[in-house]
């Protein structure tokens, strides 16, 4: 393997509700972090740090191998994020 191969890919994501509004209170907030780390660790090799926020924003401290696409992997979980986390339903 050449000595310049990326072995792994560090990623600070976050996610925003919409228009900021402060949506992500107390319930809604810990399943929504739990559900994003449940989320994240089903593809393969993906290692989640730490996730946490506010009411208006979510923070996910990952790491991703290099041959996992950051804008397809993103975007099989937000529009999960949207569906699940509205959905009174949802048991963590």
């Known amino acids: 393997m050449p ?3 990326c072995r792994e ?3 600070h994501i976050t996610w925003h509700t919409k228009h900021n509004a402060p949506g992500l209170v107390d319930q809604i907030e810990n399943r929504t972090h739990h559900y994003l780390r449940l989320r994240m ?3 393969p090799e993906v290692n ?3 996730t946490g926020g506010v009411a208006d924003h979510v923070h996910i401290a990952v790491t991703i191998p290099p041959a996992l696409l950051i804008s ?3 975007g099989s979980i937000s529009p999960r994020v949207k ?3 509205a959905c009174d339903e949802w048991s963590v």
């Open 41 to 43: 660790l089903q593809a």
């Open 83 to 85: 569906s699940r986390a």
């Open 3 to 5: 000595r310049n191969a």
């Open 72 to 74: 397809d992997w993103t």
């Open 9 to 11: 890919t560090n990623l």
């Open 48 to 50: 989640v740090h730490e």
